[in-house]
């Protein structure tokens, strides 16, 4: 699958080259609510047949769902997380917890998440991988590890100018 970087090295661009469509988004939390199956999206969504093909062929292709056949006559195929489209389920939580704090209604969040195991209800935290303490983003800076590729802006920008030479009218 090819994506567009549009001169941008950065992985939160290229991920929304893949998920970073409202109906993306909604497909995949709907498939980690259990539904598997391109009449269920169709019918729980509300989007047009040809979007929601579109949306899940991406997925396929990029390695999110993986397209199982559970019907043979006619071919029918369910779409099933792979570990890599599991895996974005706590950014869809992490986006339902920032809902459910600055956009709920009067009547607070729509849903809750609960804990298989306890029953707790679930949030989500960024963790310092060295001394295991939640970090608020605030507290987190970023570095590049590679140096951006020079765009033709770039090359414009430092190109050496040569100084303009003008020729003399000769009086007559």
Known sequence: MS???YGQDCSVARS??????RWTILIIRNA???ECRFDTFLNNLGLARNILTERLNTLVESGIFERVPYQQRPLRHEYKL???GQEFGSVVLSLMQWGDKYLAGKAGPPRTTEHVNCGGS???HVMCTKCGESVHPGDV???LVTPPPITRAVRVATRTRQPATRTRRRSP
């Open 3 to 5: 994506i567009r970087t």
């Open 16 to 21: 929304l080259e893949i998920v970073g469509e």
């Open 32 to 34: 980690l609510l259990g």
């Open 82 to 84: 792979t570990p890599k």
């Open 122 to 124: 679930t949030e989500v």
């Open 141 to 143: 800076i970023t570095h």
